[in-house]
T-cell receptor, first 115, second 109 residues
């Protein structure tokens, strides 16, 4: 299957700092990537759809100025959590659709802890 | 109301048992359905797609009832390695997937 990587896998930061998470499709090109957030014992919640070369589409209730998404190439999307607060602590997962497989492939996730 | 609802469990079963999970979805516009498996602190991985005719993959059988907006997953002859959280997913297309909160399964020796 197609491979999606994320970096970093885990990050601990102080409140008020910004954190950038990278999502890469390693062996295919992805015009569309997705960013999800998962709190403990809860479902994955779609935050935004990242489109290569254009603005991301955010789900209702997700602040676009707080969660900055950049999809500058066909293999890389980044999510920046600006001015992070403890309530932003969560598991952030990206995914991409590999056209030949017709399914979403998920990255390994990034666990963010804001102190 | 959540778009996709699942019994959170946990289901604790002995090895070799048969266990069934159910899931309901509220949006009749959903076109595709899937079961994903998620291990603790890991990303979800596709287990199987779900078709109206029912489909089987080894010990796993999935069923979709569009009239009742109901999806099921049956696991036969449970293995210790089946312990995980099983996520029910309804999708409008590959670009819009809605996940259930997951059903936690623990298979014990």
């Amino acid at each position: 299957g197609a491979v999606v990587s994320q970096h970093p896998s885990r990050v601990i930061c102080k409140s008020g700092t910004s954190v950038k998470i990278e999502c890469r499709s390693l062996d295919f090109q992805a015009t569309t990537m997705f960013w999800y957030r998962q709190f403990p014992k809860q479902s994955l919640m779609l935050m935004a759809t990242s489109n290569e070369g254009s603005k991301a589409t955010y789900e209702q209730g997700v602040e676009k100025d707080k969660f900055l998404i950049n999809h500058a190439s066909l293999t890389l999307s980044t999510l920046t959590v600006t001015s992070a607060h403890p309530e932003d602590s969560s598991f952030y997962i990206c995914s991409a659709v590999a056209g030949s497989y017709n399914e979403q492939f998920f990255g390994p996730g990034t666990r963010l802890t804001v102190l | 109301r959540k778009e996709v609802e699942q019994d959170p469990g946990p289901f604790n079963v002995p090895e070799g048992a048969t266990v069934a999970f159910n899931c309901t979805y509220s949006n009749s516009a959903s076109q595709s359905f899937f079961w994903y498996r998620q291990d603790c602190r890991k990303e979800p991985k596709l287990l199987m797609s779900v078709y109206s005719s029912g489909n089987e993959d080894g010990r796993f059988t999935a069923q979709l009832n569009r009239a009742s907006q109901y999806i099921s997953l049956l696991i036969r002859d449970s293995k210790l390695s089946d312990s995980a959280t099983y996520l029910c997913v309804g999708a409008y297309n590959n670009n819009d997937m809605r996940f259930g909160a997951g059903t936690r399964l623990t298979v014990k020796p």
